[in-house]
């Protein structure tokens, strides 16, 4: 069976992601390589992807991203600032 999301948007963390990844002062590649480091893998067009909301997260990648952004997985559902 076919995931079917209503909308075009396929994530909600799109915008925040973006704005804490440039936070950090991390490019696509660096984040990407870092959460190679957890064994979590996501390519740089994924992550770009993902920016665009063109691409769902699954919980172990949400996990992954909010410890190397150093945030909760909670706040990165917060609207964008």
Partial sequence: ???IIDG????MIGD???ELRKKKGLSQQ??????????IYICRGSIS???????TVTD??????SK?????IESLFEKKD
Avoid: H, P, T, W
């Fill in 30 to 39: 660096a984040l990407s390589d870092k959460l190679e480091m957890m064994a």
């Fill in 16 to 18: 925040k992601l973006k």
């Fill in 68 to 72: 190397i952004l150093d945030v909760s």
């Fill in 49 to 55: 992807r993902i920016e665009d909301k063109q691409r």
């Fill in 1 to 3: 069976m076919a995931r």
């Fill in 8 to 11: 075009k948007e396929m994530n």
């Fill in 60 to 65: 172990i990648e949400l996990y992954g991203l």
